[in-house]
C-alpha cells in the first residue's frame, strides 16, 4: 500500500478520500437535511420523525431506526428505469437499503428513542461510485440533526444516538489497494470492500467481495487498514460538519 | 384584481410570481440538467436522450418526447410514502406525468427528432406548491440544452423545437384571485387552476378544478388574465437562462 | 361559431348534443343504476352505498363520494388488454375516475352525508367519444336514486345533494368549435375540452388539451359558450329523467 | 327427481331453465356481441378478432381461442372490488375464465382457424347465479358470429366450428336435485355441478363440488341426467338465435 | 376395463395405483409433515396451526382449513418459472390450491377446531403425474397428525375431522381407462378426470375435462368405478400410514 | 478461540461443523440435484442447463450462472407467508440469492461454457441456522453433476469450472467465537459472518455484521480463521461426495 500517486487515479494518492462536502439543511420540511459528496457522488440524506413504529415494535416501548435508497434515473452516466414506474426496486436497491438502516440502527439505543421512527432516506442526484458509503455517512449527520431537534423541543431528555457511523469502500484495482473508489475505479476492480465503522473503531459490516480474482488473506488486511484511515478521516469531517450552526434556510 | 399586497402573502402581491431560479448544468450526467426554484418548490428537471423509440413509434422516422415525475419521500411537510417502494405510482403522479409530456411535447417537431426519445425527469427535491407547472417550466429548459447537444455533435441538423413553453398556476383564495400558488394558498383555494401556454401566448394546456365552490366564468377570465401574465415573465426568465453559457461541471 | 351542419358531422349542427338516453334502474342490485347513452356511447353507471367510510374519514362524521371507471375490452374499435388481467388500471383510467369523484362531490354536502360512502362505477359498454363526460352526467342520476333509497328507508332526513353536476366536451375540428365529439372527431381534433358544471352554471372542471396547434383565447371563450349550452340542455334531460317512476326491475 | 314446483323455485319446476334470452349484436365493435341472460344473470359475450397468435401458437399454422371473464363491481348483491384496481385477478375468476377458454376451443380445430386468436371476453353486468354457464352458453354465438364474419369476408374458407357447446349447473339443495340453480339456491346447495356439453351430447368438462354433504353415486347420477336434459334445451335456443338475421346496429 | 397390463403402461395394470409411499414426519418443525410419494411424484404437505382464523371467520367461534400448493422450479422435465420470482401464482396453481382446500374442509367440522387455521402446504418437490391428488391425500394424513397434537397438548378435546379424504386422478388414454395417470399418460389422454372421495365412499368433487374428444356417458361411468377402486386403496394406506408411531426426528 | 465444547452448544466443539450430509441425484429430473444438510439445516440444490442466455449476454459466445433461493412456509418454527403468494421476493431472499450467484461464478471460467445458462435452485427444506452456506456448498456440488453431464454428451470438451467454493458461518455468541452457527446460536449471536472461500483458500466473498455490540478488529482475525478452518473441511467433503457415483435414481 502505497499513498503516492497511482496512474488509476488522477493526482489521487492511494489511500486518500475524494473531497468531501457536508451541508446540513440542505432541503427545510425534513427534521434532518444532509446533501453529502464523496468527489462528484452527491447524495441527500433526509431523516424524518414519525410518532408511531412498525408492527413489530408496537408496544416495547422502543423506537425504530430505518432506511430507504433511491437513484434518480438520470444520476448515472445513461439512464436507468425509474423504480417507481417499473413498479418494484431492484435487488441492489434493498441490499443497499437494508445495509443503511443496519449500520444506523448500531449506533442508535433503541429503548431511549421512544415508541417514534427515524426514516432515513437516502437519494442518489449524481453517482460516481461509492453512493452507499456516502448514504451511511451522510445519514449519521441527519439523525444527529433530527434527534437534536426532538431533545430540543423536549421530546427526549437524553440522546439515543451512542457514537458516530460512517462508511467506505475499499478495492484492489490492478493490483494496488486503493480508498474511496471512483466509478470508473469500481467498474475495474477485481476486489470490492464497503466498510462500516464506529467513531470508536469498530467494525458494523464489512462487505468484501471478489468481483474477479478471489482475494487472499494479506489482501483482506491491506483493505481494512486503508478502510481504517479511510473512516477515521470521515468521522472527523462528521464531526465538523456537526459542529457548525444548522442553516435555517433550505440550501438546495 | 389587484397587484397589491393581500393578507394572504407576505409582502408578494397578488400578480406576482415568487422568485424564479433556473440552475443549468445542476448534474453532470444528463444531456440537460436544470434545478428550478418556484419560491420554496425545487424541482430537478434532467433530459436524457436514447436512440431508440417506443414501440408505437417504431420505424416512423419520428421521435418522441416523455416525461416521468417523482417526489423525494422527504420533499414535503409530513413524508409521503415512496412510490418505488410501495410498488406503484400514484395517479396524481401520473396524472402529472403525462401533463408534463403532452406540454413538451406541443412544442416539438417529432418528425425532426429522428428516432430517438428525449426522457424528461422532474423529481421534485423540496415542495412548497406549484410543482407541476415548475417542472414544465424547468423540463423546457432542460430539453432546449439536450436538443443543443445533439445539434453541437451533429446528430441533428435543425432543430425540432417550435417554440418555447412554460407553465403556471392561478387560483382563488378568500375570494382574491392570485398567480403561483404557494402552499399554504394551496390548501386554501377555492379554485386552482395549472395553465400552460407556448412562448407565443396560446394556450397548451388549462386545468381548472373548483376545489371548493364552483366558480364562474368572470372569475375564469380573471385567472386566465393572471396566467397570461405570468407565463409571459416565465418564458422571458427562460430565456435569460438559456442566454448564459452552460456550466461545465455539474452545479449541485 | 355555428349551428349549420358541417361536413363533419352527418346531419348534427356543432352546436348539438348527439341523442341522449337515460335508462334509470338498468341493473336490480345497485342503489341506482343508469345506463347513459351519448349517441352510440353507452355507459353503466351504478351507485353503491357502503355504510362506511375510507381512513381519512372516518370518525368525522361526514361521508365520501368517489368513483371508479372502466372499459369493456370490447367496447372500442379494436379490442384492449383487460386491465385487471394486465394488474394495473392505466394512467388515463386513473385521471377519468378521479375526474368522476372530484366532479361528484362538487355537489355533495358530505357533512349531510353521514359516515357512508357513495361507490360511482362508471363501465363504458361501448365507446365512441365522450365517455368521461357520459360518465360524470349519468352518475348524478344514479348518485340521486340511491340518495332517494337512503331518504326513503330513514337514513338520511335530509338530502346532501346540492345541486345538478353535468358535463360535455368540445373542441376545435378543422378550425370549426363543435359540442359533443364523437370517436372520429375527437381523433381529427386540434384542441379538446371537457367541462363539468353545475345546475346553476358555474364551473366545476375545465380540462382543454390542445393535441396539435395551441388556441387562443378567443377559441377558448367559444369552447366555453359551445359547452355551457350543452350543459343546460344535459341538466334538462337529468331533471326529465329524475321526474319519471324508477322501473321495478332492471332494464339491462 | 320430479318436475313438480318446489319450495326452493317460485314456480319454476325443478327441471326446468330459467328464462333465456340471447340477443346477438348487443355492441357494435366486436366482430360477435352476444347479451345472454338466464333469468336475472346477464353477461355480456364479446368475440374479437385478432391477426395474430400468442407465443405458443406462432408458426404453427393454427389459431387459438381463448376467453377472459370478468364482473362489474355491484353486478352482485354488494359491491365486491373491482379486480383491476386491487391489481389481480381473483382464483375464482382465473379458474372461470380458464374454464371458459377450454370449453370452447373444444368445438373448434384450431387448424381451420389460420394464425388468428379469437378473443372471447364475458364480461356480468348482473349477477343471480350461473354466470359461468351463461358465459360459455353466450359465448359460444358470439363466436359463431365472428366466424360467420371471416367466412364472409373470405378470411375462412370454412368454418373451424366442429358443432355446438352449452353449459348448466345442477345441484342439490335440501335433498331435491335442480336444473340452473339461481344465486339463493346456490347458497342454499349442498352440491353444485357445472356441465359442459356439445351440440352432440357428449361431456366437455363435469366440475361437481360437494360445498355441504359429500354426494352419493347415486346422486351423480341424478344431476348429469338433468344437466343432459338443460344442454338439450340451451343448444335448441343458441340454434334458434343464430337463425335469425344479425341486427346491423348494437342493441344496447 | 381390463386390469391386464396395456401398451401405455410398464408393467402397471389399467386399473392399479403406482407405488404410494407415505412418510410421517418429514420435516421437524410443521405440527403434521408429510413427504407423500406416487410412483416418482413427490410431495411434501406439512400442516401449520396458526392460533387465528382470517376475517371472515373472526369471532365466529369456528376455524379455518386453508391450503397453498407449489411446485419447485425443476419439480419437472423442464425447468419452469419461480412463482415468487415472477410475482405472481398462475391460474393453474390457485386453481390447484383451491381444490386442495375445499377437499379438507370437506372432512372438517369447523366449529370444533376452534377460532384457529390449519394451513395445508403442498409442495412438490418432483412431478410425475398426479401432484394435486397426492398433495390431497397427503394433506389429509398431515392434517390428522397436526389434529393430533392439538388433542395431545388439551388444545382441543375432541378431534374435529369427520373422515378421511383422497383423491386420485382417472383417464382415457388411446381408448383406454386408467388409474392414477403418469406425466406421459397425462399428456396423452383425450380425458383427464380428478376424483375426490371421503373414507366413507361419497364423492367430494369430480373435475373432468375432455382435453381431446368429449367423452360419453358410459365412459364417465368406467372412470368412476376406476377412481372408486384406487380411492378405497389410498384410504385403506392412509390408515396404515397413521397407524404406525410419528418418528421423532425429521425424516428428510 | 477454544476447541472445547461450550455452554452454548451441546457436544460440539466451539470450531466443528455441524454433521454435514451430501446427497447427489435427490431428484431425477435436475441435471444436478443435490441435497445438502447441515445438521438439521436441509437444502436442496438443482442446477439446470437452459441453452439459452439472458439478454446482457446474447451474442457474447459466453455463458451465465445465476441462483433462485426459495424457503418452503413451513421450513421454519412459525409458518412464515409464501413469497409466490404475497407477489414478492423479500429483500433478504434477493441478497441470498444474488450472493449464491456471485459465489458460483467465482468458479466459472463462462467463456468455457458457451451460449447456455445453469440455474441454480437452492430451496430450503427444513431451516436451522446457515440455509445460505449449506446452499452455496450444496449449489457448487450440484453445477459440478451438471457440469459432468454436458461433457458426457459432448456438448463441452473441457470444464468451465476453475475451482471449488464452498461458505459457512460464524458468529460471536456470549463472547466466544463459534464456526457454523444454529438458529439458537444465530439469533443469541452479537457478530454474524457468513464467509466464501475457494478451494485453494481465497476469500469470495466476506459480509460480516454486527447485530449488538460492534466488532474488533482482532475478533475479526478470529472469526476469519474459525471459518478457513471450516471451509477447508467442507471443501474435502464435497470432494468426497463427489468420487461417489450418481445414484441413478432421485433419492427422495
Partial sequence: MT?????VRQGRAA???????????Y??????SVLIAFGDTKVLCTASVEEKVPPHKRGSGEGWVTAEYGML??????????EAARGKQSGRTQEIQRLIGRSLRAVFD???LGERTIHLDCDVLQADGGTRTAAI???????????????AVGKLQASPITGQVAAISVGIVGGVPLLDLEYVEDVACDTDMNVVMTGAGSFVEVQGTAEGVA?????MDQLLALA????????ALQTAALAEPLPTKGAA
Avoid: N, Y
Fill in 110 to 112: 433503541l429503548s431511549k
Fill in 3 to 7: 499513498s503516492a500517486t497511482t496512474p
Fill in 27 to 32: 432541503t427545510m420540511h425534513a427534521e434532518g
Fill in 73 to 82: 434515473p438520470r444520476a448515472t452516466h445513461t439512464r436507468s428505469d425509474r
Fill in 215 to 219: 482475494f487472499t488473506r494479506a489482501e
Fill in 15 to 25: 489511500d486518500a478520500l475524494r473531497t468531501v462536502r457536508v451541508t446540513r439543511g
Fill in 137 to 151: 455517512t451522510g445519514a449519521f449527520v441527519a439523525a444527529q440533526d433530527a434527534v437534536a431537534k426532538l431533545l
Fill in 228 to 235: 481504517e484511515k479511510g473512516i477515521a478521516e470521515l468521522v
